[in-house]
Each structure stands twice: as structure tokens, then as C-alpha cells.
């Protein structure tokens, strides 16, 4: 089974990014199944709406994890509180808005589809442990007649979403960091057969910081004057993504391969 997981979708140009590069690569590596981060989608790259989520549905996403800014936006509440849609935000937020994982019906059998926030992500949140977390859901989850299981880990530390990985091993198919929206280049299988990488990367303009402008932050490095983060628009449009080849009888990644376009 085919699992494309889709790094970062940042503002306008991260959906546009989807709509231009997804339907081509589902074509050519026969994708069963796609799970886009959607917590930067909407216009300030702060929280998806329903507005978003139909959108990235129609380029053919099927479902959508969560991150430090789920919640955030116009909007994103109530699409979390919506049950007919599929997303989840991170598990181990301390929340009572959405759910933290789902267990969705894909042609090729049930997935189970988890978020979780690494202990340090931008500012503090309030959140529970991860590893704790992760093990609860395994446990509640466990008995189910799943193919695949796949968390992302959505935090700041590389060497704690290395950790989450190896604690993994063995129990998901795919540990797939994210948040960063820059790509690492350490895609692997993990000794007892689970697909990892530390960071997937992002979907939106290449020339930019994490999808922002440049010369605001900097300006604001020099003044030390706040200012509000500005969505850069123009120029190339970069998407990233991990494609895993889950085997059906075992639940483990029989492959990983980073799935990246650039414009030119
Ligand atoms: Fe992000
Ligand atoms: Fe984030």
C-alpha cells in the first residue's frame, strides 16, 4: 500500500503547490492513500477552515494531522469539532476541541492516523507527554483489524523526533517529523521495519523562510521592533513528501523515498 504523507501546506501558495504537483505523483507512484499537515493552510498560514480542507479534498488529499497552529484560525474550531471531517489535531494537546487520532476506512483496509506536538514547539504549550500518549493510543487502538499506522510528530528537537522514531520501531509503519518545513535528509527504515524521517518539509514558496518573507524578519531582527509575519507569494513553488510502500499483511514499510518538486 502506497502512503503519501504531505509535509506543511503554508498559505495560498502551499495549496497551490498541491494542486499543481499532487495529481501527478499520485499518478506515478500508483498512491493509495495521502495525509497532508494542514495547520498552516489557510491565507496566514495559522489554522485550517472548512474552506481549506474542501479545497486540498478536490486535489486529493484524504487526510489531514495537526500541529502547534491547528487551532489558530478563522475557522479551525469548528472544523474540528466537525466529525464528518478527517483530520486530527496533535493527541497530547491539552484540549477538548477534535480528536488526536482516527481510524480511517482507505480502499486497502483501516489506518490509523495520529498527531502528536514534541515537548518543545515555538511557544509553550499545554500538553501532555508524547511517549506516554503514544502508548495509550497503541493500547486503545491495538485490536483493531489496522494495515497501517502512522504518526507525525510535529516539534522542534531533531534528536527527540529521532528518539520518537526508534520508540516506535517495530509498531507503526511511518514516524514522520514535521514543522520545521525545511526536509532532512535521513529518510530510512528503522531496524524492526518502520519508515522514518525526522523532517518531511513543506509545501509553498521556496524563496522564503518556512514560507514567510524574508526581509520582514530581518528587518525586524535589526529593529527589534515586532511585526507581523507576511505569506511570501511569488516565486517557485517547492512540495514535500515521504512515500512509504506499506506491506498489507505485516503493517511495516517496505520503503521510504523523498518526494520533493521544485519549480524551476
Ligand atoms: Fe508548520
Ligand atoms: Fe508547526
Redesign the pocket.
Known amino acids: 500500500m502506497n502512503i503519501l504523507y504531505i509535509g ?1 501546506v503554508m498559505a495560498e501558495p502551499g495549496m497551490r503547490a498541491i494542486k499543481r504537483f499532487l495529481p501527478d505523483i499520485k499518478q506515478q507512484y500508483n498512491v493509495d492513500f495521502v495525509i497532508a499537515q494542514a ?2 493552510s489557510n491565507p496566514v498560514g495559522k489554522g485550517p477552515s472548512h474552506k481549506e480542507i474542501d479545497k486540498l479534498k478536490a486535489y486529493g488529499v484524504d487526510c489531514f494531522t495537526g ?3 491547528s487551532l489558530s484560525g478563522d475557522g479551525s474550531e469548528e472544523l474540528f469539532k466537525d466529525p464528518s471531517v478527517p483530520i486530527v489535531r496533535p493527541a497530547n494537546l491539552n484540549t477538548d476541541i477534535g480528536v488526536g487520532y482516527r481510524v480511517i476506512d482507505s480502499p486497502l483496509g483501516l489506518v490509523l492516523v495520529v498527531s502528536m506536538l514534541g515537548q518543545t ?2 511557544r509553550q504549550l499545554d500538553m501532555r507527554n508524547p511517549l506516554v500518549e503514544i502508548d495509550m493510543i497503541y493500547e486503545a487502538t491495538k485490536d483493531q483489524p489496522l494495515v497501517a499506522r502512522i504518526v507525525n510528530l ?1 516539534g522542534d528537537f531533531s534528536s527527540e523526533k529521532r528518539v520518537f522514531g526508534y520508540y516506535l520501531d517495530g509498531r507503526f509503519s511511518l514516524v514522520v517529523g514535521d ?1 520545521w518545513h525545511v526536509p532532512t535528509a535521513d529518510a530510512m527504515i528503522l531496524p524492526n521495519g518502520t519508515a522514518h524521517i525526522t523532517d518531511v518539509g513543506m509545501c509553498g514558496t521556496i524563496h522564503s523562510s518556512l514560507g514567510v518573507k524574508t526581509e520582514v524578519i530581518a528587518k525586524r531582527w535589526l529593529t527589534g521592533q515586532s511585526s507581523r509575519n507576511e505569506i511570501e507569494f511569488d516565486g517557485p513553488l517547492q512540495f514535500n513528501a515521504v512515500l512509504t510502500d506499506v506491506d498489507l499483511n505485516t503493517g511495516l514499510a517496505k520503503s521510504i523515498l523523498q518526494v520533493q518538486r521544485i519549480e524551476s
Open positions: 506543511d495547520e498552516n500541529g502547534n497552529h514547539v515555538g510535529h514543522h
